[in-house]
T-cell receptor, first 120, second 109 residues
Framework: GAVVSQHPSWVICKSGTSVKIECRSL??????MFWYRQFPKQSLMLMAT?????????EQGVEKDKFLINHASLTLSTLTVTSAHPEDSSFYIC????????????????FGPGTRLTVL | GQNIDQPTEMTATEGAIVQINCTYQ??????LFWYQQHAGEAPTFLSY??LDGLEEKGRFSSFLSRSKGYSYLLLKELQMKDSASYLC??????????WGAGTKLIIKP
């Protein structure tokens, strides 16, 4: 079953409004979560790394004032698209690494199901 | 429930061929993706299959059988740089991505 969830699955909004997308790790804690954007049949583009208890790290070219990230707890990160415009319409995906084993175990990335944003 | 199964890890030799299988059980089907992910990097799109059959793209090919809920990614003439995790993901009836846990491919000289 899914170990990372996203809400909402779909959202349609008017241009100029803000939209919040939630990413939750369901049965593990994640001090780090990643936010991606995906265009049809293209690679996932890393937007930012969400860090619990500190500021997010944004990739070059991603406007941090437009894409607000808050890692409120060890199981929840939110991405808020502020003043959304039609060019922000996309598929937004989050992921969270889960460490298996103790003392330096390997990480497995678990991906969320995605949130489809359409800005009219 | 929805489920994607793929092997956790595979090992192959440089220059050889390897096939990574993926089986799925999802509510509806709107296509299957394969991605390659190197450690610390974002997943890179490799292929998208929505109809049955084999799609060839250079050294990589992807096959789909919708009736069997089965896909495979075939990598030929393996190179050391092909060492990575390979993710299988299905787009379900709600256009949500259902992800496999990934197959870690180790290439040995």
């Amino acid at each position: 079953g899914a170990v990372v969830s996203q809400h909402p699955s779909w959202v349609i909004c008017k241009s100029g409004t803000s939209v919040k997308i939630e990413c939750r790790s369901l049965d593990f804690q994640a001090t780090t979560m990643f936010w991606y954007r995906q265009f049809p049949k293209q690679s996932l583009m890393l937007m930012a790394t969400s860090n619990e208890g500190s500021k997010a790290t944004y990739e070059q070219g991603v406007e941090k004032d437009k894409f607000l990230i808050n890692h409120a707890s060890l199981t929840l990160s939110t991405l808020t698209v502020t003043s959304a415009h039609p060019e922000d319409s996309s598929f937004y995906i989050c992921s969270a690494p889960r460490t298996s084993g103790s003392g330096g175990g390997t990480d497995t990335q678990y991906f969320g199901p995605g949130t489809r944003l359409t800005v009219l | 429930g929805q489920n994607i199964d793929q092997p956790t890890e595979m090992t192959a030799t440089e220059g050889a061929i390897v096939q990574i299988n993926c089986t799925y059980q999802t509510s509806g089907f709107n296509g299957l993706f394969w991605y390659q992910q190197h450690a610390g990097e974002a997943p890179t799109f490799l292929s998208y299959n929505v109809l049955d059959g084999l799609e060839e793209k250079g050294r990589f090919s992807s096959f789909l059988s919708r009736s069997k809920g089965y896909s495979y990614l075939l990598l030929k003439e393996l190179q050391m740089k092909d060492s990575a995790s390979y993710l299988c993901a299905v787009l379900d009836s709600n256009y949500q991505l259902i992800w496999g846990a990934g197959t870690k491919l180790i290439i040995k000289p």
